[in-house]
C-alpha cells in the first residue's frame, strides 16, 4: 500500500516541525509549501490537506484566495490549525473577535460523536497561543468543540471534510490524538 502524503501549508508558524513530526508518526510522508506557493489542483498526490498557524493576515482574503480555492474545491479531508482555522473561518464569512490571551493548556469539551475525536475523552487539554477567536460557526460549518473563552474552538464543515482548531494540536497529548482521529480520515 502507498504511503499517504499530507500537503502542509506554512502560514508562517513557529511550529512547522512539531506539526509536521506528528503526521510523521502516523505514516504519512509531508510536504510543505508556502501559503503563496500552493499549487492550484492536487492531481491526486496528496490525501489531505493542513494548514498551518499563523499571526497576521487571516483577514486578507485576496492574499489567501489561491489556498481557498484549493481548499473548498479539492476532495480530500483538509484541517486548519489555529490560524488555519481562523483563515478558513474568516473566507466563508465568520468574524475574529479580541479575547483574552491564552497561552497555555485549557480545557475544551468536544463533541464524542465526530470521528476527529475518536481517541480522547469528551474534555481534552489543548494548547493555545493568541488572543483572536471565532465566536460563531460561518454558514456551512458548525462548532464540534467549545470552552469558556471560545464558543467555537473546533469547528467541521456540514459535509464533514473540513475541520478546524483554535488549539496548536501539534503540542500535548490530547492535541496529538485529535490529529490521529484527523489521520484516520485519509488514510
Do not use: W
Request: hydrophobic share 40%; charged share 25%; proline share 4%.
Amino acid at each position: 500500500m502507498a504511503r499517504s502524503r499530507v500537503l502542509l501549508v506554512n502560514n508562517g508558524t513557529l511550529s512547522l516541525n512539531q506539526l509536521r513530526r506528528r503526521f510523521e508518526e502516523f505514516g504519512s510522508a509531508t510536504d510543505v509549501v508556502d501559503v503563496a506557493s500552493v499549487p492550484a489542483r492536487l492531481d491526486g498526490r496528496h490525501q489531505a490537506i493542513v494548514l498551518s498557524g499563523t499571526k497576521v493576515r487571516a483577514y486578507d482574503t485576496t492574499f489567501y484566495r489561491p489556498l481557498i480555492d484549493l481548499i473548498m474545491t479539492c476532495d480530500v479531508p483538509v484541517f486548519g490549525i489555529c490560524g488555519g482555522m481562523q483563515i478558513i473561518a474568516v473566507s466563508q464569512g465568520a468574524s475574529l473577535a479580541e479575547g483574552p490571551q491564552r497561552v497555555g493548556g485549557y480545557d475544551v469539551e468536544v463533541d464524542k460523536d465526530e470521528a476527529l475525536f475518536t481517541h480522547v475523552k469528551p474534555t481534552v487539554t489543548v494548547f493555545h497561543r493568541h488572543t483572536l477567536y471565532v465566536r460563531q460557526a460561518p454558514p456551512g460549518f458548525r462548532s464540534i468543540g467549545r470552552s469558556e473563552h471560545a464558543p467555537v474552538e473546533f469547528l467541521r464543515s456540514d459535509d464533514g471534510r473540513i475541520f478546524g482548531a483554535q488549539a496548536h494540536l501539534e503540542f500535548r497529548g490530547d492535541g496529538r490524538n485529535i490529529l490521529r482521529g484527523f489521520a484516520d480520515l485519509y488514510r
